[in-house]
T-cell receptor, first 114, second 114 residues
Framework: AQSVTQLGSHVSVSEGALVLLRCNYS??????LFWYVQYPNQGLQLLLK??????LVKGINGFEAEFKKSETSFHLTKPSAHMSDAAEYFC????????????FGTGTRLTIIP | KAGVTQTPRYLIKTRGQQVTLSCSPI?????VSWYQQTPGQGLQFLFE???????NKGNFPGRFSGRQFSNSRSEMNVSTLELGDSALYLC?????????????FGSGTQLSVL
């Protein structure tokens, strides 16, 4: 079975500061990992995905995430926060590549302080 | 290219009633998945359809059902509504089964059960 744990349901950072959203996974098989973003009153948008090709994954809007097997982590980072980054972020895992059945974390709400 | 379209956007029902939600996938996408999003449980997988057949099912009671039509549009039905069914129901489409990394989500239907 697969699961993900997102540490911190709320994170606040100042505009221009580093964004770090934490995600740890548990999987009995090599995982496929995703980060999604949800803006208010909208659906989910894929930020980036890890599919074993490279441990450092670059996504849209300047976000990136690094897969660390030894730490079972897939933390999301962005060097400089922008006001438009304020949203809820979800980490997700699937059992195998291409599986539509995703297991999501509980989400982290990111607030940007002007 | 139009995105995933979900109707209605908002719905208010009372306990014991039934409800039908609709999802039109992106043109050319043939796989449709449904998720329930609640503040307490987060995002949970309901089911996935392809070629009018259910391929995958989450851990939800039989009151939750779905179907897919020959044009790939999908509906989900919840019978005998309970207060706990209040949630945002998200539909996602992908080109084919096994292309879950190409999931695109709709904006959801917000269901309130009174």
């Amino acid at each position: 079975a697969q699961s993900v744990t997102q540490l911190g349901s709320h994170v606040s950072v100042s505009e221009g500061a580093l964004v770090l959203l934490r995600c740890n996974y548990s999987s009995s098989v090599p995982p496929y990992l995703f980060w999604y973003v949800q803006y208010p009153n909208q659906g989910l948008q894929l930020l980036l995905k890890y599919t074993s090709a490279a441990t450092l994954v670059k996504g849209i809007n300047g976000f990136e995430a690094e897969f660390k097997k030894s730490e079972t982590s897939f933390h999301l980072t962005k060097p400089s926060a922008h006001m438009s980054d304020a949203a809820e972020y979800f980490c997700a895992v699937s059992a195998y590549f291409g599986n539509e059945k995703l297991t999501f974390g509980t989400g982290t709400r990111l607030t940007i302080i002007p | 290219k139009a995105g995933v379209t979900q109707t209605p956007r908002y719905l208010i029902k009372t306990r014991g009633q039934q409800v039908t939600l609709s999802c039109s996938p992106i043109s050319g996408h043939r796989s449709v998945s449904w998720y329930q999003q609640t503040p307490g449980q987060g995002l949970q997988f309901l089911f996935e359809y392809f070629s009018e057949t259910q391929r995958n099912k989450g851990n939800f009671p039989g009151r939750f059902s779905g179907r897919q039509f020959s044009n790939s549009r999908s509906e989900m039905n919840v019978s005998t509504l309970e207060l706990g069914d209040s949630a945002l129901y998200l539909c996602a489409s992908s080109p084919l089964p096994g292309s879950g990394e190409k999931l695109f989500f709709g904006s959801g239907t917000q269901l309130s059960v009174l």
